[in-house]
């Protein structure tokens, strides 16, 4: 099992952030890795939410990354799977009050299988990258 995680405080509530990533569309704003994303079922915020994504993969190319969310409990902890693409990942957001902002944990777990298992050192640089942009919700949110 690979995991990786990042934690930052944002000076916005924990409602402010959690309506803002509970939104799948407000990905590409601290993402850059999205080409594409799309509602594709479902109620924006609530478990069983479905999106369409379209990501940069190895070489440039395009991946799909389509993810439903899984556990939606406001306004402190968002889970999701990816359920399209070559891996699937399991990802959380906790949300926890700090002072009058918000501490924010970003979580990733992947079990590479195949011929994804002879990737791993890029799968940990993806991981690393994809929690890395909290730096930039952070900036996102607080301009």
Do not use: C
């Not at 993969?57 to 899984?70: A, F, I, K, M």
Request: no cysteine.
């Amino acid at each position: 099992m690979l995991h990786d995680e990042n934690t930052v405080v944002i000076d916005r509530s924990p409602d402010d952030v959690y309506d803002f990533l509970a939104d799948g569309l407000n990905g590409p704003k601290w993402r850059t890795g999205i080409r594409s994303i799309a509602l594709r079922s479902g109620t924006v915020g609530a478990v069983g939410v479905e999106y369409a994504q379209e990501l940069t993969g190895p070489g440039g190319r395009g991946v799909p990354g389509d993810y439903r969310l899984t556990r939606a409990d406001r306004p402190g902890r968002i889970e999701f799977e990816v359920t399209a693409g070559p891996l699937r990942p399991k990802g959380t957001y906790a949300l926890e009050p700090d002072g009058a902002g918000t501490r924010v944990t970003f979580a990733l777990d992947a079990e590479p299988t195949g011929m994804m298992k002879l990737m791993k050192g890029t799968i940990r640089k993806t991981m690393a990258s994809e929690v890395g942009a909290l730096d930039k919700l952070k900036t996102v949110l607080e301009s």
